[in-house]
């Protein structure tokens, strides 16, 4: 097992993220808990020593589960994640009753690592303001030992990234963000690490199979990948990619069997850096993935002076472009969710104005209204 060391620690660079554990009967509420205890056995008889979990993966079991499978192991041992659920606006102000729950659930005194979770454009208004008192609660509990490492995650755009680390940059000591070959310009997860590295914060990653979309590629690009290294597998090149970046920590990944446990142990027994021509070939080959489906609005914003609702149309085009490639997904509702309706893609009237001065000729109230049925808005 590779490992990267952080303030001290020797930190697993692979770590076990508990969001997609093996359940009963497709019930993600329900973990087959026997077969979460062996994959937490093998991890830890293997090297894995960070586990990540959160109040509200699976339905709120996670932790209990990922606690009990962890209690049979001496507490300095491994290292325990969680986080603060302020993707749920009406947790801001019960920050002290879900940690004393965190704490009882996971089984245990202290957390090693608690992150401010999905710092986005929907809760950062929530997450700054004083009056809940979050930063405040944290910092004491870090005081006393019952939190090491304090840090926060992101699922939101680069200014919402800056303005959380203007506010608390201070105070954070890693930043957890979705990172992987696809999304480095897809989802600006470039610029995303450039921002964190000008504040010398290390980066833990999570979705690096972006879902699964990476562990199987088509027939043509895995043989290109083949020719390049004949002997590395598909979802290996992802972990690669990561290991090819110099302030990349902790990789998390959701893993729901023993097969894809044992496969990620495998590969993270060597650190293989992609070298130059392979970085450019996978990242060219993530380009057209997206590009046969996105459509290719450059944000020109022509469209944005001639529409009568003054829609932001790149940016709804942008987010649009997640929601088909990954067929749905939670990041395009939480970002339009901070959007007053009025800016929604619902609103807009269809009058064409927009795709009359479109250089790239998209079919933009279509789009719209795709969009819009998609929502369900």
């Not at 969680?82 to 749920?88: E, I, L």
């Not at 990349?248 to 850096?273: A, D, H, R, W």
């Not at 003054?310 to 942008?318: F, G, M, N, R, T």
Request: charged share 20%; proline share 5%; glycine share 6%.
């Amino acid at each position: 097992m590779i490992y990267k060391n952080f303030h001290g620690l020797e930190l697993s660079n692979l770590g076990l993220g508990a969001m997609r554990l093996p359940v009963i009967n497709r019930d993600d509420t329900k973990i087959d808990e026997n077969s979460a205890q062996q994959m937490v056995d093998y991890a830890m008889a293997h090297g894995i020593n960070y586990y990540d979990t959160a109040w509200g993966y699976h339905g709120g079991c996670s932790e209990t589960v990922l606690g009990k499978a962890l209690s049979h192991y001496p507490r300095e041992k491994y290292y325990l994640a969680t986080k603060f659920p302020g993707y749920d606006l009406s947790n801001m102000d019960k920050v002290e009753e879900i940690f004393e729950e965190q704490l009882k659930k996971c089984g245990t005194d202290y957390f090693d690592f608690y992150l401010f979770h999905n710092v986005c454009e929907m809760n950062i208004d929530a997450y700054l303001d004083e009056k809940f008192g979050i930063l405040e609660y944290l910092l004491r509990q870090k005081e006393a030992g019952r939190i090491r490492h304090l840090g926060f995650s992101a699922h939101g755009s680069c200014p919402v990234i800056k303005r959380f680390l203007d506010a608390y940059g201070k105070h954070m000591e890693f930043c957890q963000i979705q990172l992987n070959y696809i999304d480095w310009s897809f989802q600006q997860a470039k610029e995303k690490t450039e921002l964190l590295n000008q504040y010398n914060l290390p980066i833990w990653v999570m979705e690096p199979l972006r879902g699964g979309k990476l562990a199987a590629l088509s027939e043509k690009d895995t043989a290109a990948l083949k020719e390049l290294r004949p002997e590395e597998k598909v979802p290996a090149w992802a972990f690669r990619f990561l290991q090819s970046l110099p302030n990349v920590t902790v990789i998390l990944s959701g893993m729901s069997s023993m097969e894809q446990l044992q496969e990620n142990i495998q590969t993270f027994e060597t650190e293989k850096p992609l070298n130059p021509q392979e970085i450019d070939a996978l990242l060219h080959m993530a380009d057209t993935m997206v590009n046969k489906i996105a459509l290719p609005c450059t944000a020109c914003r022509y469209c944005v002076s001639h529409c009568p609702q003054e829609l932001d149309i790149p940016s709804l085009l942008a987010l649009y472009n997640e929601h088909c490639f990954t067929e749905g997904g939670f990041i395009a509702p939480m970002a339009l969710s901070a959007l007053p309706k009025e800016k929604w893609p619902s609103a807009c009237i269809g009058c064409g104005s927009c795709e009359a001065v479109c250089p790239q000729q998209i079919k933009i109230p279509d789009a719209m209204s795709d969009f819009a049925q998609k929502l369900g808005a």
